[in-house]
């Protein structure tokens, strides 16, 4: 009971009358056009509650609200799982999303499972964008960080920023966060001076 109310609250509940058309199967004498059209319609409306459930999780995780992301994230996963097949790369950001909400609640062992699969699929994939590799990077940096594997998270928040920066500039957006998470990293290790530097950096 209490998995459901924390699966209402955090994202059931926007999501609720999105899934009645979603799990009504299609009348089996539609032409072949009717068909095809109610397919369409399915599939717009799984991205619709894939982006949704995504925003959801996400905000929550910003406010710090790790247990109420998790609900939300494992819909985003699911759904993103039905339209774009299990070994695509679109399940990264849903599973970094996990990931990061796991660690935020102190499950080292889910989050861990979450970045593997992240990562194979990253792997598998030749062509994956350097926004989700950067992405995974940090997300891995953070991980190891967490569980307090330092050296591994400074090569993992290292490879974040090059990727980031190589990508959208030093000054970038995407490129301050790894070097806000590598100073925070430094700054647990007592180096202070490498954290300051890198602090200005933001």
Not at 6 to 24: G, M, Y
Not at 62 to 71: S, V, W
Not at 110 to 124: D, H, P
Request: with cysteine; aromatic share 10%.
């Amino acid at each position: 009971v209490d998995h459901q109310k924390a699966d209402w609250d955090s994202i059931h509940e926007r999501i609720c009358q999105l899934l009645i058309p979603i799990r009504t199967s299609l009348p089996f004498l539609l032409s072949e056009k009717e068909r095809k059209h109610g397919s369409e319609q399915l599939v717009k409306r799984q991205k619709y509650i894939i982006d949704l459930a995504y925003s959801t999780a996400q905000e929550f995780v910003l406010d710090g609200k790790h247990q109420e992301a998790i609900p939300a994230a494992l819909h985003a996963l699911r759904f993103s799982t039905d339209v774009y097949g299990s070994n695509s790369v679109r399940l990264v950001p849903a599973y970094l999303l996990l990931a990061e909400a796991s660690t935020g609640v102190g499950r080292l062992p889910e989050a861990s499972k979450y970045l593997s699969q992240a990562q194979w699929i990253v792997l598998r994939t030749p062509d994956c964008s350097v926004a989700v590799q950067y992405k995974l990077h940090r997300s891995l940096g953070l991980f190891c960080a967490a569980e307090g594997n330092f050296e591994q998270a400074l090569y993992h928040l290292a490879n974040d920023i090059y990727l980031a920066s190589s990508t959208f500039g030093l000054k970038s957006i995407e490129a301050s966060g790894g070097y806000f998470h590598m100073a925070n990293v430094f700054f647990r290790q007592n180096k202070m001076d490498v954290a300051n530097s890198l602090y200005a950096e933001v």
